[in-house]
Structures are given as structure tokens and as C-alpha cells.
């Protein structure tokens, strides 16, 4: 955990009271993805698990859609640097400017059906479930995991459940990161979604949405909001969506034949 | 405020009792940025403040430096476009993915001192100073303006203050969003930076502080954590960071000569 958070000097005002002293921060660092000899991106993020960070980003891209596509994976810690390389000849740029922009065509703006229409993934069908007081036992026993968020106050969790267990917990500065990470991490060690659940202390916006749906997790969990296209897509795309699950209160917003 | 805002139907569970009830939750719509004909970008925000969004972006992003670089600007909200025409011929495409990708060179990773070397901007220099007790004050007069948070629970607030005033306060489903709202609007309206503060609900990562040194502004407020790079750019750019800042508390990190 050293390696993650930074101790630095700063000033301390509570009510009349100032005071010198030391505090922790949570450390950010730039990690440069290169796919096939070429540099496609660099994502600011937790100095852990990058390899995982930079399968799950190419994943999310729609860049790669299965672990054999990946032939080599290298890291470097102190170029901050992953190396892809990948099996065929996958049009890296092309995939990965066309999704950074989603492409509206012809400049005639961008509907929630135009999204909706271009999604290339299958619809969630999995028949799992989850009961709500397992979900209220994660989420208790999730904060006493949250070392680092407790210590810094800058981190997003993401944990990957399985019935009542926690079987992957992943934490990054952005919520986009801790979820790419989760995902990386299961097409490295080939666990599969369909049976699993995503609980999530960042809020709930399409990009998640569409990470998770894509992934295939039938069921999304998150401390936080949603906002009205998350939930609008996790409807159409076939997944759980809650929402504010906190202590021993949630809100179920779509699909909700999966929580018991 | 009803646009930003959607009615849904959802089920709440709070400890055993089930309750189908319509709960209200933030709109996320996409906005996509024409740039001299040319497809930019599309980003997923709050329907609000679309203009200014394309403004500040255009500026966070290097491709404009002031307004008068903007020679239209025109916005339909039923297409979610904004059309910006620029004078001269700004090179948009190649400006925007070096800003996207922060190029690195010959794959060698990135370091901080390679991101700070690429910095264009200038380093904040201003003399403005703000009193704790006129945070603390302005924090809790935010709270009563902090409206479409309290409804939905989606949306960070980003606000321009002067002396102890709020002159400009934006929400978006996105911290990145929110600031460059206010950004776009300082330049469309020609507000001056270096008298002001901004206090933001969200963290503050290097993305963020870059926008806010970018642009100028001496003092940035934060309800949430910095992460380390974030700290290391704000000393290095003159900016005053000022994190947790919470009721009767702050921390202050970095140039604490501006707070009295």
C-alpha cells in the first residue's frame, strides 16, 4: 500500500485552529498503453494493477474482445508504460477514435437511440440473483476493506462479488479506471461475468453502464446516483441497475427480478 | 430546472420494507462539438450551459486562447449540437489528440517532469486572497443553492467567487464538465480569473488543476481530496489548493500566502 499513498506537509484549519502536520494523498501516475508498437493512450490512475488497468481499458474500447487476442502483455513501473501486443491485424486507431467520439454521422447530433443502436455487445440474460441482505453484508464488510479511501478520501472502490463473497476488489482514482481494472483482471484470469455482481462507489453514468453491460455482469450495484441515460441503457441492455446502496437502504431501478 | 431532471418509477428497499415509489434523477444527455465543420468530440453531460461547455472545453483543450477566436457559435438543443466556428486556421484535429493522449515520444513512458516541461500555460501569479471565515461562509450558502445535488444526488457543482460573492455557479453529471462550464462562461462573458476562487465539489486530480492554472485562476476549493500530481502541479503553477474543505474545516496543500 506504500507505494500508493504520498506523505506531504500541509496546513490543517478546523474552526479557529491551525495547524502544521503531516497527511496522506493518494497517488496519481500517468500509465502510457502501447498496442502493437503504437501509443494510443495515457490514462492518469493508482499505481496497481496496470496490466489489468490496460486489458480491461482495450476491452471497454472494443479494441479486444477475448484473451487470446492478447499475445504479449509487458509493464514497466518506472517508464509507466504497458505494451500490448495483440494477434492480427486489429485497426487499433480506427476502433479507438470512433469510440472516443461516439460518431453521430453527418453532424446531425446524437440521440439516445443512435447510442442505443450502435451497441455491438449481446443483451445481459443471466438468470442470477442476489439477495438484498447480502447486499447490505458486502457493503458493511466493504468498509472495512476501503483502507485506502479511508486513509486518502481520493479513491473509487469496485469489487466483483460471487453469491456472498468478494472475489476481486480494485481501487483507483477514477471510476472508469477501477472498473476497467475488475475487468482486466477477470479476462486475465478467466473469470467469468455471468454469475458475478459489481458493486461500485462511483456514481452511475452511461460510460459505466456501457463498460459493465458490454462485460456482460447482470448486475451493477453502486453507492451513488445514476443519471437518466444509465438507467435508460441498463433497462434496454438486460442489467440490474441500484442505486444509493448504503447501510441498509437501496434503490432498484431496473431489472429488478434479480434481487431477492 | 425540470429539464435537468428526470421522474422514473423505482423500488426502494430500506432495511424490510419494499416500496414501489417515483424518484427523480438527473438528465445525461449527449452534446457533440462541431468545430469548423469538423466533428470534435461528443460528451456526455447536463443539458445546461451547452455554449459554455463548448467554450471552456475549446480552451481546456488548447485549441482556443480567447474569445475573439470564436467567430459563431450557435447551439440546437433538439439535435445536441453546438456549431463553433473559428477565425484562422486553427489545426483542430492534430491539436486535440496531442491533448488527448499527452504524446510522449518514442514510447519512454511519462513522467511528472515531462508532463509539467509540455505545460504552455503561464504560472498563476496573482495576489488575491481569501479569508477562512469567508469559505467556511460561502460553503454553507452553498449548500441552499446546491439544489439539483440534493434532488438527484448526480451532479458536482463547480463556483466562481469574488471576494465573498458566488458570480457563477454550475452543476454538471461531471467534474471535468462543470469546470469548463465555468470557464466558457468567464470567456463569453469576459470575467477576469485572477481576482476569483473556485470551489468544487468534486476531487481534484491533474486533469482538473491543469483546467483551473490553464485558465488562470489563483485558488481553487475543493469538498474532496487532491491526489498527488494534482499537489505537485499546484505548487509548481502557482495554484492554492485547498482540500476537504468541509463546515468548520480545510486543508490547505499548497502557496497558503493566499488564504488569510
Known amino acids: 500500500m506504500s507505494d ?21 494523498i493518494v497517488r496519481e501516475t500517468p500509465l502510457t498503453i502501447v498496442v502493437n508498437g503504437e501509443e494510443l493512450v495515457t490514462l492518469l490512475c493508482l499505481p496497481e494493477y496496470q496490466r489489468s488497468l490496460a ?4 476491452y471497454s474500447e472494443g479494441i479486444i474482445k477475448e484473451k487470446s487476442t492478447v499475445k ?17 491485424s ?26 442505443f443502436d450502435e451497441w455491438e455487445g449481446e443483451i445481459v440474460t443471466s438468470n442470477t440473483t442476489v ?12 468498509k472495512i476493506k476501503d483502507s485506502l479511501y479511508m486513509t486518502t478520501g481520493g479513491t473509487h472502490t469496485c469489487v466483483l462479488c460471487n453469491n456472498n463473497e468478494m472475489v476481486l476488489f480494485r481501487e483507483d482514482i477514477g471510476r472508469h479506471n477501477a472498473i476497467d481494472k475488475i475487468i482486466g483482471d477477470c479476462i486475465l484470469n478467466d473469470i467469468k461475468p455471468e454469475d458475478k455482481f459489481i458493486i461500485t462507489s462511483g456514481r452511475i453514468s452511461s460510460e459505466i453502464l456501457f463498460k459493465v453491460a ?4 447482470p448486475i451493477l450495484i453502486s453507492r451513488g446516483a445514476p443519471t437518466s441515460i444509465s438507467v435508460k441503457l441498463a433497462d434496454e441492455l438486460g442489467v440490474t441497475l441500484v442505486g444509493f446502496a448504503r447501510a441498509e437502504k437501496l434503490n432498484i431501478y ?3 427480478e434479480r434481487i431477492k
Not at 4 to 14: A, D, F, G, M, S
Not at 214 to 217: A, P
Request: glycine share 6%.
Open 72 to 88: 504479449s502483455l509487458s509493464y514497466n513501473s518506472a517508464k509507466g508504460v504497458v505494451w500490448v501486443d495483440l494477434n492480427g
Open 90 to 115: 486489429v485497426e487499433v486507431s480506427e476502433n479507438f477514435t470512433k469510440s472516443r467520439t461516439i460518431t453521430t454521422g453527418c453532424t446531425k447530433g446524437i440521440s439516445f437511440q443512435k447510442v
Open 4 to 24: 500508493l499513498v504520498e506523505k506531504i506537509n500541509i496546513v490543517r484549519i478546523q474552526k479557529d485552529n491551525i495547524q502544521e502536520k503531516q497527511d496522506r
Open 55 to 58: 486489458v480491461g481499458f482495450l
Open 214 to 217: 458490454r462485460f456482460g455482469v
Open 131 to 142: 439477495e438484498v441482505k447480502t447486499i447490505f453484508s458486502l457493503l458493511s464488510n466493504l
Open 254 to 256: 431496473t431489472h429488478r
